[in-house]
């Protein structure tokens, strides 16, 4: 199938071809059709599957069928929710790239900057809106947004949404939007509450569910380092001295450690920079531009980015830190491999983290390989190790407790 066999207009089909894009993702393939016929959709599929384009261009397809809604008179027809600044910027890209030739005009609309520049492009008159919920609530509450006329909503990324304490923001603003809609429901996971979720929002909705067997990237090559804490680092260091490893990301468990290994790697010569929710929006938005365009080769990051980043030819993702949380370990490796390219996953595991590894391989009901011999290398738990049938399991002496004779008898 290509995007041909959707009956896309040609404006649309001419912009997916200046992106490079020939073959639909199984996501675009199944949602597609259903979206343009103006079914409500429930989608669940993994992070780096292309669901964006599953929704960005039927909803501009309809928008245009539906003729021209010129200015001064042109209202929001269509709202796109997201959780974070980054996905939402990239969101607006998406819509600025495919619809440049129909004529429909995009916002996008977030915190951490000045609202003014959003207000003036409200003003202006827009079709579609992208927004993250807290700075849609504020200009909402100035009268500054109307949601009356939307007539297609999206909420993106639902699971993330729950996880950043956003359900009670999202239950408002679909308060007011208009009871004849289409709505469009898109998330990773599919934990009880989001269904929960979706069920009170959806009206028949098509069900198009993608999640494998295994919730990883196929071809996302997947191993584990054991190493202790100190020594992680040193470690990153060493990998680093690969040339192979032309863009990584490197997750850290919190802000303050994205900002110290980021100076860390800067000290070593390393170009690197950090990325979390601290930063000013535009310190933000520069380190990522600096990012994608190949300026900086290491981008640091907290847990904000595993699902707001979009970056091509990110050749590796290492987790400098397991993910306390195992979902989260799937969204950070997705952003590797991205729409079928290939990518490697470098997971770095501490001595007090092994409980975190194993909860990512239940999850993903498979064994990360381990890599062994490296210079940092740390005792490789027992359970893991290759022993050939009928070998006896051996403990590192230092693990050993040591016995002293029996234990002295306690007087009452």
């Given at each position: 199938?290509?995007?041909?066999?959707?009956?896309?207009?040609?404006?649309?089909?001419?912009?997916?071809?200046?992106?490079?894009?020939?073959?639909?993702?199984?996501?675009?393939?199944?949602?597609?059709?259903?979206?343009?016929?103006?079914?409500?959709?429930?989608g669940c599929a993994q992070t780096g599957s292309g669901k964006t384009a599953a929704f960005?261009?039927?909803?501009?397809?309809?928008?245009?069928?539906?003729?021209?809604?010129?200015?001064?008179?042109?209202?929001?027809?269509?709202?796109?929710?997201?959780?974070?600044?980054?996905?939402?910027?990239?969101?607006?890209?998406?819509?600025?790239?495919?619809?440049?030739?129909?004529?429909?005009?995009?916002?996008?609309?977030?915190?951490?900057?000045?609202?003014?520049?959003?207000?003036?492009?409200?003003?202006?008159?827009?079709?579609?809106?992208?927004?993250?919920?807290?700075?849609?609530?504020?200009?909402?509450?100035?009268?500054?947004?109307?949601?009356?006329?939307?007539?297609?909503?999206?909420?993106?990324?639902?699971?993330?949404?729950?996880?950043?304490?956003?359900?009670?923001?999202?239950?408002?603003?679909?308060?007011?939007?208009?009871?004849?809609?289409?709505?469009?429901?898109?998330?990773?996971?599919?934990?009880?509450?989001?269904?929960?979720?979706?069920?009170?929002?959806?009206?028949?909705?098509?069900?198009?569910?993608?999640?494998?067997?295994?919730?990883?990237?196929?071809?996302?090559?997947?191993?584990?380092?054991?190493?202790?804490?100190?020594?992680?680092?040193?470690?990153?260091?060493?990998?680093?001295?690969?040339?192979?490893?032309?863009?990584?990301?490197?997750?850290?468990?919190?802000?303050?450690?994205?900002?110290?290994?980021?100076?860390?790697l800067k000290s070593a010569g390393i170009n690197a920079a950090a990325i979390h929710s601290?930063?000013?929006?535009?310190?933000?938005?520069?380190?990522?531009?600096?990012?994608?365009?190949?300026?900086?080769?290491?981008?640091?990051?907290?847990?904000?980015?595993?699902?707001?980043?979009?970056?091509?030819?990110?050749?590796?993702?290492?987790?400098?830190?397991?993910?306390?949380?195992?979902?989260?370990?799937?969204?950070?490796?997705?952003?590797?491999?991205?729409?079928?390219?290939?990518?490697?996953?470098?997971?770095?595991?501490?001595?007090?983290?092994?409980?975190?590894?194993?909860?990512?391989?239940?999850?993903?009901r498979k064994r990360v390989e381990t890599v062994e011999g490296h210079p940092f290398a740390?005792?490789?738990?027992?359970?893991?190790?290759?022993?050939?049938?009928?070998?006896?399991?051996?403990?590192?002496?230092?693990?050993?407790?040591?016995?002293?004779?029996?234990?002295?008898?306690?007087?009452?």
């Open positions: 199938m290509t995007f041909n066999d959707f009956g896309l207009i040609q404006p649309l089909l001419h912009a997916v071809r200046s992106e490079g894009y020939v073959v639909p993702t199984p996501i675009q393939e199944q949602a597609i059709p259903y979206v343009l016929e103006g079914r409500d959709l429930l960005a261009l039927p909803i501009l397809q309809r928008l245009y069928a539906a003729g021209p809604n010129g200015h001064p008179h042109r209202r929001i027809r269509a709202l796109i929710i997201t959780p974070t600044r980054e996905l939402a910027a990239q969101i607006g890209e998406s819509f600025g790239a495919y619809g440049r030739h129909t004529g429909l005009r995009y916002t996008v609309i977030f915190g951490g900057v000045g609202q003014r520049p959003q207000e003036e492009a409200l003003k202006r008159g827009v079709d579609i809106l992208v927004a993250t919920p807290g700075r849609l609530l504020d200009l909402m509450n100035q009268r500054l947004v109307s949601l009356r006329n939307v007539e297609i909503f999206v909420l993106d990324e639902a699971d993330r949404m729950l996880d950043m304490g956003f359900i009670q923001d999202i239950r408002r603003v679909i308060a007011q939007l208009p009871t004849e809609r289409q709505t469009l429901f898109f998330s990773a996971t599919m934990p009880s509450s989001i269904q929960h979720l979706a069920d009170s929002i959806l009206r028949d909705p098509v069900e198009v569910r993608l999640t494998p067997e295994a919730p990883t990237v196929d071809s996302v090559q997947q191993t584990v380092y054991f190493v202790e804490r100190q020594d992680k680092q040193a470690l990153l260091h060493h990998l680093l001295a690969d040339a192979a490893i032309r863009r990584a990301l490197v997750f850290t468990r919190t802000k303050r450690g994205a900002d110290r290994v980021a100076m860390r601290n930063k000013s929006q535009n310190e933000r938005t520069r380190t990522l531009d600096n990012f994608k365009a190949g300026r900086t080769r290491v981008l640091v990051a907290s847990d904000i980015a595993s699902r707001g980043l979009d970056v091509d030819d990110i050749s590796h993702v290492i987790n400098f830190d397991m993910p306390n949380e195992p979902e989260i370990y799937v969204h950070r490796i997705g952003r590797t491999a991205r729409m079928g390219a290939a990518g490697i996953a470098v997971s770095f595991c501490g001595g007090d983290e092994r409980t975190c590894l194993d909860d990512i391989e239940r999850l993903i740390s005792p490789v738990p027992v359970s893991r190790q290759q022993k050939a049938p009928g070998a006896v399991a051996t403990v590192p002496r230092r693990f050993m407790r040591r016995r002293r004779g029996p234990r002295p008898l306690r007087r009452f």
